[in-house]
Each structure stands twice: as C-alpha cells, then as structure tokens.
C-alpha cells in the first residue's frame, strides 16, 4: 500500500492534467495489484517456480530504453535536510 501511494502522489500532477478521476480509481486498483504482486512474487522466487518465472518474464521484458530509475526529489530533499540536522554527510 505504502508503494502504491508512492506512486499515486508521484503521478498526482499528470493526474491532474491527463486522467479522470473515475480513471484514476481504476488505475489505482492496477497500479496496487500490480505492485503486490511484483512484491509477492519477488519474495517467493527463490521456492516458488512460478514465482521466479514470473519475475524472470518481466525482467526479461524491461525495455533497454528506460532510464534508470532515480529517488523522488521530494524524499531527497527530506534526507538530506535530516542528514544536516544530524550532520551526516550522506543518509541517500
């Protein structure tokens, strides 16, 4: 759940902009599932053979062209002001 707000807040803008709000509860209901079971199968890949089948089709299936992912500025912005506070250099 805590990803998939993640996520929801992140595309709150293109929401906005783009996407209905009916659309956007059914969305949400993807992006939820989706994201439970990419977990749950990632988890139990190692004694699950469907669960590692599943994984590895979708690693499999990334696109070379997608970037990298990168850290919300939101969330850095938040690290690095609490890294300050505790003068830490890093906590990224």
């Not at 939820?32 to 994984?55: D, P, Q």
């Not at 089709?57 to 506070?85: G, R």
Request: aromatic residues 8%.
């Amino acid at each position: 759940m805590v990803l998939a707000m993640v996520v929801r807040n992140a595309m709150e803008d293109f929401h906005i902009k783009h996407i209905k709000d009916e659309d956007m509860k059914e969305l949400n209901t993807i992006i939820r599932n989706a994201i439970c079971t990419g977990l749950h199968a990632f988890e139990f890949r190692e004694i699950s053979k469907e669960a590692r089948s599943f994984v590895d089709t979708h690693v499999a299936t990334i696109p070379k062209y997608w970037e990298s992912p990168e850290l919300l500025p939101s969330f850095v912005k938040s690290a690095e002001k609490a890294a300050a506070k505790i003068n830490q250099t890093t906590i990224l």
